[in-house]
């Protein structure tokens, strides 16, 4: 079955470490998304590609990197200038990029930095 | 930009009534998504709405393009309903992906 897969489900790293989180999917879909969710916020973009070797800022870019180098990935690196790292990353595709139809989501990864 | 703005943020409800969930936005849209939350964080889509009505066993979501308002209702309603429901909304012009509501955090209780 086709689908999108984040892992890992939970992570732990320590304070100035970067950590990568990852996003596979087999869809065939052009646009890929990262979003973050804190608690009592709606999602909130962090950035998006919408072709292999292009990706745009979202609204919170600050402190984080992403890479398109294959269609079906889309890691995402929470670097050591994020200030407030510890948060629920949720990974999205799908079909267009200016088009929310077809949208899928992962499972998520529940990041939390001590 | 688009504000979405979801109703109630809290609702707690008895097992087997009917719930409503409320979401409204301020720009035109291509697509509406129902998005579903439970504790630890994984989210599964529900549905996803241009026009019209679409129904999922026990769950029905509509959406009324003209009001830019759509409900996600419940019937039965069942404790392990209870999750976070989430409304995000796409397109209207942008290619930055979705815009989401903050949630209504749904309790059932037996």
């Known amino acids: 079955d086709g689908g999108i897969t984040q892992s890992p489900k939970y992570l732990f790293r320590k304070e100035g470490q970067n950590v990568t989180l990852s996003c596979e999917q087999n869809l065939n879909h052009d646009a890929m998304y990262w979003y973050r969710q804190d608690p009592g916020q709606g999602l909130r973009l962090i950035y998006y590609s919408q072709i292999v070797n292009d990706f745009q800022k979202g609204d919170i870019a600050e402190g984080y990197s992403v890479s398109r180098e294959k269609k079906e990935s889309f890691p995402l690196t929470v670097t050591s200038a994020q200030k407030n790292p510890t948060a629920f990353y949720l990974c999205?595709?799908?079909?267009?990029?200016?088009?929310?139809?077809?949208?899928?989501f992962g499972q998520g990864t529940r990041l939390t930095v001590v | 930009k688009n504000e979405v703005e979801q109703s109630p943020q809290n609702l707690t409800a008895q097992e087997g009534e009917f719930i409503t969930i409320n979401c409204s936005y301020s720009?035109?849209?291509?697509?509406l998504h129902w998005l579903q939350q439970h504790p630890g964080g994984g989210i599964v889509s529900l549905f996803m709405l241009s026009s019209g009505k679409k129904k999922h066993g026990r769950l029905i979501a509509t959406i009324n393009i003209q009001e830019k308002h759509s409900s996600l209702h419940i019937t039965a309603s069942h404790p392990r309903d209870s999750a976070v429901y989430i409304c995000a909304v796409g397109g209207g012009g942008g290619a930055d992906g979705l815009t989401f509501g903050k949630g209504t955090h749904l309790i059932i209780q037996p």
């Open positions: 720009v035109g849209i291509s697509a």
């Open positions: 999205a595709s799908s079909r267009t990029g200016p088009s929310a139809r077809g949208a899928f």
